[in-house]
């Protein structure tokens, strides 16, 4: 039933400019705390789909043109992306954007909303420490200085401190080593078996992603073209051949 699904996409389609048709008539699922990828190459429309679930679309002269967004049992579309926050969507961009004249610690106060108690901002930043250990080591560092898997745990640390109930990450292995890659997806495993916090990964690391998500979808030309549960995936020759490394 719907109830059972924090998130529902049925049948969107996005717009650039009035005349590009980005993504065609996509619809997804992220069940309550569950962890979904979107899978698929450069250009495939999956940062896109990201942007219409936040509702950052509108910043790129975007729009969604067609179809609805349900978010825990309510239409979202016309909810600006600051209100979407508040009500638990939570967006890490590509890229890993962070303060970079502030120290990580700066950077997660920055992040807390307005109305959480001083007692509730410490405890919150003590639990990503403690998920982050490198993050706690660096605490008082420039984030500018820090490596690109640092910057990228502060940006997950940060999307943390907003209190999500659905964390969307963009291709947040993009450039890392395979180990620092490693680390940081068996962090958002552990959050999302804890906190029992929904995940809707973006990855072209199809690899990484199937060995923590539960089911993904593969997305060419803004369309999804497989869905399927993480291990019919993995053994799918396509997808072997495509995105596994083997072609
Ligand atoms: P990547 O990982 O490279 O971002 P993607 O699968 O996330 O790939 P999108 O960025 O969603 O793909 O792009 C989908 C399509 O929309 C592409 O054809 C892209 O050129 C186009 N597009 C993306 N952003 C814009 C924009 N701001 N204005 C116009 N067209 C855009």
Redesign the pocket.
Known sequence: TATDQILSLNSIEVL??SV?L?IKGVSIEVPRGGMVALL?S???????TLKAISGLLKA???KVSRGEICFDGKLIGNILPQDRVAMGICHVI?GRRVFEHMTPDENLEAAAPMSMSRQKVNSEKARIYEYFPRLAERKASQSGYLSGGEQQMLAIGRALMTQPRLLMLD?PSLGLAPFLVAEIFGIIQRINKEDGLSVLL?E?NALAALEIVSHGYL?ENGRVVMHDSAEALKANSDIQEFYLGGG
Do not use: F, M, P
Request: charged fraction near 30%.
């Open positions: 650039y400019d590009l980005a698929g450069n250009g495939a429309g999956k940062s896109t790129e002269r975007g590509e291709e973006v072209q997305i």
